[in-house]
Each structure stands twice: as C-alpha cells, then as structure tokens.
C-alpha cells in the first residue's frame, strides 16, 4: 500500500470513544474499545511499534507486534508523527511492562489530522527548553505540555473554589459592563475604544458598579477581565487580566482581610484534595498557608526599608524589586502577608481615609512575598466625602455623575477587594512569568494568537 493511501485522514463517521485513557484498567482484560487523542510520542523496535496516546485524561499505550496486528495497522502506525490526533480500535491486554499495567492491541487506526512537522518543544518537560515567544506563538500545542494541562486545570479548580466559597457565604455572581465612560484605577492607563460617535474607555476593573451592586444585592462577585494599558514590560503585569472582584455591604475592610484569608485557603485546601496526582507528577507542593497573615502598616514598611537604606520616601508606592530586600524580616521565606493603612494621596478616590487621620486610608494590598496578590479597601459611602477626595484628586467630578446620583439612595458601608487571578496562579504554581498563567496572553508587544 502506498504511504498517501495508508496515512489518509479520515472523517469521526460512526467511531465514538468508548474509554478515555485513565479508564482502561487490567480489568478490562482482552475487552474491545476504541480510544482517541492525539499521538504524543512514537518508539520502534524492529516488529514491535509502540505509540503513546494522549487525551485529556492521560495516556494509553498502543502496542502494535507484526503478527498479533494487520500489517496495515503496523505500517500506519509506524508512519506516525507526535501530535497527529486519531483513533484506535483494539484488545485491551493487561501487561505489567507496559506504563499502568495496561495496553491496547490495535485492530484498526482512524487517522483524522496528520502531524506535518514536528512541534518546536516536547511536551512532557515540566520546564521548556525553547523561549516563551516561540511556544506563545503556537500556544494552543503548547497547552499540551504535561506542566500547562496541569497548571490551567488547578486555574480551573480555583475558580470553581473560588464561586463555592463565595456562595457559601451568601454572595450572588455579577456581571458589569466592560466598555465604560471614565478610570477608575487612577495609576493604571486606560485603553480608548470607539462607542458609537463617543470616545469610551475598557474597564480597568468592575470597581463602581460592583460597589452600585451593594445596593440591591449586598454581597457581591464578578470573575472577568480586567484591561490595563501596560507601557511596561515585566513577568507580572498583563494587558488583558482576570479578576475575582468581591463587594460587600456593611463590612470594612478588616472583615474583606479575614474573608479573602478563608477564601485563599479554600482555594489550597480545594487543589490539594483534587490534584494530588499532578502535584506529585510535577513535584510541587502549594504555599504552606500561616493564619492569620500578618498585617504591616504601610508605614512599618517604610521604616524597614529606609533603615536598609533603600531609597524610599513616605508617600511613594512600594514596589517589587524594593521589597525584596525585606524579605528576611517581612516574608521569611515565602508568605502570604498584608501591607496595610496606605497613603490616602495614593490609593483611589473611592477608598474611605482611616478616622484615625485623613493622610491614611483604610486599604490593603495582600502580598506573597515580593508579589501584590490583591488590593482592598473600606469604600467611602456618602456623597460629600467623596466628591472631596474626587476634587483632592483633580479628577472631573461630572463624568461620575452616573455613579454619584446613587449616593442620594442610602449606600450602605461597603468594602471590598480584586484579586488577579494570574498572579494567584503565578504563586500557586510557582511560574515565574504571568504569561503562563494565562492562556492567551495580551502584552505591549502581543495581540496574537
Ligand atoms: P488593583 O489595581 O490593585 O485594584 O488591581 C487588583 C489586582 O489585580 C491584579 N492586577 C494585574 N494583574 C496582572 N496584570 C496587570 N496589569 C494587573 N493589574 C492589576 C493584581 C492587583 O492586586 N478596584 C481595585 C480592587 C478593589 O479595591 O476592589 C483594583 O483594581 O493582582
């Protein structure tokens, strides 16, 4: 038979799935089952042919001996590149060599797409060899690798966590709009879009509407993207970012500091239950969570620091590169721990000043080591204050006039926070680069795939 003849894609036609890789057990000794994924990786010894099939759950070992397989079969499968994507019909045959115990003896090969060329990585190292650039530009075979199924399945179990705690607690999930009229996120640049005749901005976060949302509803939450225009390039900051944002009414920023503490350690306790095998398979452990976490004012931190003799005035923000020189006094080690009490000049116009002293407000960053995880605050929630701090800021009051009507309504005492969710992951997963914390990720320098 001719190669073009024997490597001929086909169409799924009546073939389904009867097993997915994890489900063919020893005990289904000498059953018929049809399994199918993609080729990920090919060994030849003289007759014998092995190839490993991989699908979402796993992998499968085919064994095909000339002899005990058509030689059709045996020739097809010889043929075969890593990641072409096919089918296999075959005797399942216990066999304590094969990896699992396990094997399938083919009895016919349904090719559906050919590898053409071989893929620039392999896909079981935990680290790659070959540049972010290069495996971001064909990411979606890059997804393959053993590292990211791993990490975007624990992304994925971490959201589910995330909704089950907070609904646990009373909250409802939200949905705000992300083409919007004005900032929010003073320090961080917005992105223009054309609305219409009007000039529109995308959201930077949820911020007004989820406090409006306090008003009907209390207890609030929204998981979507948040959109940052990022002059910078660094391994931490996206363009295009997830954020699980929480709202609550009749709450400060002291009972948000406990809730997001129980909600990170759900979140641990969840990946731990679920993802024990791909914790081992990748040897990582998660955070070792210490409660409650330490609470640093902002001032605190700035002694530490000026006493280091880092350059560092009261009133400036706290950066990374800065803060690694504390990290045998403030995060030994690596810890989750607050940063609290900031410089009102330099937070927001919503966050409510302490009554303590206007000059400080009632706000937090949630830190892992060197790394901001979140950022929260007590709101203010009467209309004078707050025109006050906006006029402070030099920002025009009438583009807000759409949120501050609301004030004349009864806002209740509100706080809440945002949490990134890439850096979460960055943390959880111990990834040194934001990028692979998300799928498709959104940079200065990148708009594709
Ligand atoms: P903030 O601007 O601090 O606060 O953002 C909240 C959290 O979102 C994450 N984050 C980012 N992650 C990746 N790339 C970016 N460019 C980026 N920008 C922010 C960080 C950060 O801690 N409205 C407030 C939250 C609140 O008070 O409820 C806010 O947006 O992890």
């Known amino acids: 038979m001719k190669l073009s003849e024997l490597l001929q894609e086909q169409e799924l036609g009546d073939w389904r799935r009867t097993h997915y890789s994890k489900e063919i057990l020893p005990t289904l000794d000498t059953k018929q089952i049809t399994v199918m994924g993609w080729v990920s990786s090919t060994r030849s010894h003289g007759n014998i042919q092995f190839v490993v099939i991989r699908d979402r759950l796993g992998e499968i070992q085919v064994t095909a001996k000339r002899g005990e397989c058509s030689d059709k079969v045996l020739d097809q499968l010889s043929h075969i590149k890593e990641h072409t994507s096919l089918a296999v019909k075959g005797k399942v045959r216990a066999q304590n060599r094969s990896p699992n115990g396990i094997e399938v003896i083919p009895t016919e090969v349904r090719i559906f797409s050919l590898a053409k060329q071989a893929a620039p990585f392999t896909i079981q190292a935990k680290r ?11 990411r979606a075979i890059d997804l393959r690798r053993n590292f990211l199924r791993s990490t975007f399945g624990i992304r ?15 909250f409802i999930e939200v949905n705000t709009p992300k083409m919007i009229a004005t900032a929010t996120e003073g320090g961080a640049a917005l992105f223009p879009i054309f609305y219409y005749s009007k ?11 989820k406090e409006q949302l306090t008003m009907a509803f209390e207890n609030v939450y929204e998981i979507g993207p948040i959109f940052r225009a990022e002059p910078s390039r660094t391994k931490r900051h996206l363009s295009e970012a997830t ?17 997001l503490e129980a909600m990170i350690k759900h979140i641990i306790d969840s990946i731990n239950d679920k993802h024990r095998d791909d914790l081992e398979s990748m040897h990582s452990t998660l955070p070792k ?4 976490f330490p609470k640093y004012r902002y001032d605190e931190i700035i002694d530490k620091l000026q006493a280091k003799g880092e350059r560092i005035r009261w009133g400036d923000d706290i950066n990374p590169q800065i803060m690694k020189g504390l990290s045998n006094e403030v995060f030994n080690g690596d810890t989750f721990y607050y940063i609290i009490d900031w410089p009102t000049a330099i937070k ?27 950022s929260g605050s007590t709101r203010i929630n009467r209309k004078e204050s707050l025109l006050g701090n906006m006029k402070k800021q030099g920002l025009n009051t009438d583009m807000f006039d759409f949120h501050l009507r609301v004030f004349d309504y009864g806002v209740p005492p509100h706080a809440g926070f945002g949490v990134g969710l890439e850096r979460l992951i ?12 998300t799928f498709y990720p959104r940079d200065i320098d990148r708009l594709t795939p």
């Open 426 to 437: 960055m943390v959880l997963m111990n990834i040194e680069n934001i990028r692979d914390a």
């Open 289 to 292: 969570i210490k409660t409650p």
């Open 348 to 374: 927001p116009f919503y966050v409510k000043p302490t009554s303590r002293s206007e000059k400080f407000c009632e706000s937090f960053d949630l830190m892992y080591g060197s790394l901001e995880i979140s």
């Open 199 to 209: 000039e529109a901005f995308l959201a930077q976060s949820p911020q007004l509407y």
């Open 156 to 170: 994925h179990t971490t959201l589910s966590s995330v909704r089950a705690f907070l609904d646990a607690k009373g």
């Open 128 to 138: 790659s060899t070959v540049g972010i650039d290069t495996r971001l530009d064909l």
């Open 243 to 259: 954020s699980i944002d929480v709202e609550q009414a009749f709450a400060d920023y002291n009972d948000l500091m406990d809730l």
